[in-house]
Structure formats: C-alpha cells, structure tokens
C-alpha cells in the first residue's frame, strides 16, 4: 500500500542546516491502522506530509499503490492528493464561509467531480452531523469541527487517511468520539489510516506502533492483533 525508501529531509544549507528526517524506510499494509509517536521535533509530522505528497523529501522515494509519487509532475501529483490521500490536521482548517455539507465536499468540487449524494449522507450519519448541514464552522463546537474535517477527509473514498495530532486541540471525551470514528472509518472503508499523537491512550488503540526521535525510526512493531 505504502512504501517509504530511505527518507531524508533537510531544511536549510550549510551549518544551519537541519535533518528533519534521516534515512526512514518501512512499509504500510493496505487497512492497518498505526500510531506514530515521539518528541515534538522528530520528524514526526514532516514524515506525514511526504507520505501525503504535500512536502517533497530531500532524498528516497515514496510509493503509494505501486506508484513513485514523486515521479510524478505537479499536476499529476495535486491529483493524487486529492484522491488517494485524506489530511486531517489539529486545528481543523475548515474554510469558515463554508457549511458543514460544502466543506466536506470541497474536495470533490475542486476535483471537478460530481458529488456522490449517498455517500455524503452515508459520512453526515457516521460523524452525527445529520441535522447541520447548514451550519458554519464558528457555529459548531470543536469537536463537531473535527468530525467536519474527518468527513473531508473520507468524502473522496482516499486509500490513505493521514491524521496529524487530530485530538490535540479537543478535550478527552471529544477526543476519545473522534479516535472512536477514525477507528470506525479505518474498519468500515478499510482505509490506512495513520496518527500521529502525543497521546499514550490515543497510541496504544493503533494495531502498530512506529516511533520516531531525532529524524529516525527507534520502534516499529504491531501492539494489536
């Protein structure tokens, strides 16, 4: 599904030079579900926009379904990322003139695609959005924002669902219901889904674990049948 190929990632020239990433090689099963850790500063979400084709690595190769994403040219590539990928960050990035059902569906209009009625109902369900449809972003708490930008995530069916931290700005109950609708999603659509978290509890729910410091993967193994 993925295949990551001696990652690095290099911000800056000479001294000043940083290594965000260093020489970072694993793989990704179709459907699994993984949590990667670590300290603020390790890589961890430098890691997860080039798997999501949105920063370019310095070095190595990235594949998604057998495809060298980078090889592609930037058309091609802005395709990929809306197709075969869903991003969800922490502080949602909802579009704040949109509502709830323009939002979620902003991926597919900017794809000059038709909306898939059923499934947009399907999603609405799903994240208990049924019912605000209409709603502006500054009229939903924080964790109805998030279930917007999970639904985002889903609406164009992506084979990679990239989460960076997606609990971190919400409170435990909020962030346990949306871990509990990412995990649902994983199984429904049988979507990868990949986390990145500070969080123990949040990590531990995952079927597999990297963790990453200093640019370089110290851990990779599968905590859960």
Do not use: C, W
């Not at 049924?130 to 639904?151: A, Y």
């Amino acid at each position: 599904m993925i295949k990551a190929e001696h990652i690095s990632k290099v911000y800056g020239k000479g001294a000043g030079a940083v290594r965000a990433l260093d020489d970072v090689s694993f793989s990704v099963e179709k459907g699994e579900f993984i949590a990667v850790t670590g300290p603020s500063g390790s890589g961890k979400s430098t890691l997860l926009h080039i798997l999501g084709g949105v920063d370019v690595p310095t070095g190595g190769r990235v594949y998604v379904n057998g495809i060298d994403v980078y090889a592609q040219k930037e058309e091609k590539l802005a395709i990929f990322r809306r197709r075969q990928v869903g991003l969800i960050y922490q502080f949602y990035n909802l579009v704040p003139v949109l509502d709830v059902v323009e939002n979620i569906t902003l991926p597919v209009l900017m794809d000059r695609r038709s909306v898939n009625e059923e499934r947009l109902l399907e999603l609405l369900e799903l994240l208990g959005l049924t019912g605000r449809e209409k709603h502006l972003p500054n009229q939903l708490s924080g964790g109805q924002q998030q279930r917007v930008s999970i639904g985002r995530a889903l609406m164009n069916a992506p084979a990679v669902v990239l989460a960076d931290e997606p609990t971190g700005n919400l409170d435990s109950k909020n962030s346990r219901e949306i871990m509990g609708l990412l995990r649902a999603s994983n199984e429904k659509y049988k979507q990868t889904l990949i986390v990145i978290t500070h969080d123990e509890e949040i990590a531990l729910q995952a079927k597999r674990l990297i963790r990453i410091e200093d640019g370089k993967i110290v851990r990779d193994e599968v905590i859960r049948s």
